[in-house]
């Protein structure tokens, strides 16, 4: 079992990964994209208005150039949100796990019901990366002790191909 | 333009956002539940949405919760249900499969991917 000073670090810890977990879910990129993807809109919006106020071949060429450039912009910025969201949403995941386990660990001896083990930090895991990097630490632990690797934790097959089930 | 209603289940705000931005640039119409246990309050709640989608991993009640609770009403029996999780194994498709999902979207998934899976599924596609 840890020591009291041990479950004071481990508690420690936890508090500073809760505010990395924190820090990823309010990152400002993917706010800055979907505000700069609504000035685009409303811009693009505006356009027309200029080129009706100065009619002419060149003006209405250069403003649907505009228009289409801002409409481009404005979908790749959105697909660009949505990719960065996911990431974000996964790296938040990994995050939580280890700070949910650290909060575990940390806790006070009277209110820890039985041991925490690998076996306990595997159930967290919401992805096989997660699975991965667990059986890599954990063949990694194990040969560097000189100890036999107890069984993987079997990440299983991994289903890659998206679509119906 | 297509108002189809779509409601979409994920405990990350961004996320939430990002797939409302992405649908409804589409022509969707969109509901949002931050958790499974909102998102069943919505559909008895009258709401009937064309698909949903869910994610898996969320608090309170997770997605594979969300689809058994979803399945057991009249109104959501055959309403396709996607899945858009970070899960990706065997076991995890199996089970959202066991519960009733109809699709599969591991993350990070392309919008293109997302609304072209979305269309497959409507009731009105083919």
């Not at chain 1, 990719?83 to 939580?96: C, E, I, K, L, P």
């Not at chain 2, 969707?28 to 069943?40: R, S």
Request: glycine letters at 6%; proline letters at 4%; one cysteine or more.
């Amino acid at each position: 079992m840890e020591s009291g000073d041990d479950r004071l670090v481990l508690a420690i810890l936890a508090a500073q990964v809760t505010a990395v977990r924190d820090r990823i879910e309010n990152n400002e990129t993917i706010d800055l994209m979907w505000r700069t993807t609504d000035v685009l809109a409303r811009l693009a919006s505006l356009v027309p208005e200029l080129s009706r106020r100065n009619p002419g071949a060149d003006m209405e060429r250069q403003c649907t150039a505009a228009i289409a450039n801002m409409t481009d912009i404005s979908k790749s910025l959105d697909d660009m949100a949505f990719v960065q969201a996911q990431r974000q949403d996964f790296t938040r995941q990994m995050a939580d796990c280890v700070a949910t386990a650290l909060i575990r660990l940390g806790a006070p001896a009277a209110q820890q019901t039985s041991r925490f083990c690998a076996a306990d930090l595997a159930k967290l895991y919401v992805c096989a990366e997660q699975r991965e990097i667990h059986d890599a630490a954990t063949a990694a632990f194990y040969h560097a002790s000189g100890w036999s690797a107890q069984g993987s934790i079997q990440p299983g097959k991994t289903a890659n191909s998206n679509g119906m089930l | 333009m297509n108002m189809t209603t779509i409601l979409v289940l994920d405990d990350s705000a961004p996320m939430l956002m990002s797939l409302t931005r992405i649908l409804k640039n589409a022509g969707y119409d969109v509901e949002t539940a931050a958790n499974g246990k909102l998102g069943l309050n919505k559909l008895t709640g009258g709401l009937k949405p064309s698909v949903i989608l869910t994610d898996l991993n969320m608090p309170e009640m997770d997605g594979i919760e969300f689809i058994k609770g979803a399945r057991k009403s009249a109104a959501t029996r055959f309403t396709p249900i996607i899945v858009l999780t970070t899960e990706s194994s065997v076991k995890g498709r199996d089970d959202a499969r066991a519960a009733g999902a109809t699709g599969w979207l591991t993350k990070p998934t392309e919008p293109a991917e997302l609304l072209s899976t979305v269309k497959r599924l409507l009731p009105s596609h083919g």
